[in-house]
């Protein structure tokens, strides 16, 4: 690993650092997630994303928690929105809502298709991301043009993939339809998102690819996340693990440091811009941050 700090090397402003969070069930969870926010918010990061329950579960829980990041924080929200199998029109107007509560960033998903019946009907319901994209750009163009739009992809085949080129070719319509920036799902190796990126871009995607950087220190619960997104786990990584599974502080060390080592790796190919998934735990992301050399901005600065 580089001695320098990515923030060094980067220069005064150091990368351009993103968080997401998810909604909290309770009111332990709720506390939790406002400590990661409040020691967060002192790194300025670019924007923080709020995830949203498969078929809109947490629809009233994002739309509360990104509320209060706008009326409580000086932090830029993004909401998240799944649209599969929903009614076009429910959709559109949450995104509406989203807007009128001071939201301009969406982070725009497919999600995972609902097993219910009214899949099979999907009439004036959403099947694609695509659509959702465009209609968020088209259905009020008032509010399109506002909008800043990430999607997600995929350095690795999505469970869902029907292959490379019809993955770029779908991810570039993504682009066309008006998103600004893909999300990739985390991953390990730098080669594989390198590799991801010189597809892309040979592909004709030119926006810009964050890398995801997963920050779950608890290695069973990663290892069945990553079965079902269709992300690898390199060996190395399961050794890292062995034998910590009743030692919570050792894998926290370890998950930042993996992080930051990654993205070390991830800097020195020229990326400027990192968007961890925190798990609403504080400690790691700051710890992670630390370890690029990035500083809380000061109050003056702010
Ligand atoms: P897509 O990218 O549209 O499709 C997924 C896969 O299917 C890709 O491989 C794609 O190429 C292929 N595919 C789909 N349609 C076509 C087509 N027409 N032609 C060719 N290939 C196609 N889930 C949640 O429930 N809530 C969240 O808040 C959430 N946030 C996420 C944030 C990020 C950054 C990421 C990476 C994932 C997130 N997910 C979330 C998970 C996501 O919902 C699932 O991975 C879901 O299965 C796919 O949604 P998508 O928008 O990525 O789908």
Redesign the pocket.
Known sequence: MSHLSVATRQGEKGPNVSF?FFPPKNETMDERLWECVRRLEPMAPHFVSV????GGSTRERTHDTVKRIVTDTRLTPAA?L?CVGAPREEVLQTAEDYYEAGVRHI??????APQDEDYDKPEGRYT???DLVSDLRAHRPDLGKVFEIS????PE??????GWE??L???KR?QEAGADRA???FFFEPEVYFEFVDKARAAGITMPLVP?IMLQPNFNGLKKFAKM?GASLPDWLHKLYEGLDDDADTRDLITANVAAELCHKLADGGVEQF?FYTLNRANLALSTCHLLGLKPATAEAA
Not at 51 to 54: E, K
Not at 157 to 162: A, F
């Open positions: 997401e995830t949203y329950g498969a998240h799944t982070v725009a998903l497919r999600g995972d694609n991301v695509v999607v997600a992809c995929y085949p999505h469970p869902d993939s029907r019809q993955d070719a779908h991810l993504k999300i990739t799902q995801g997104c968007h």
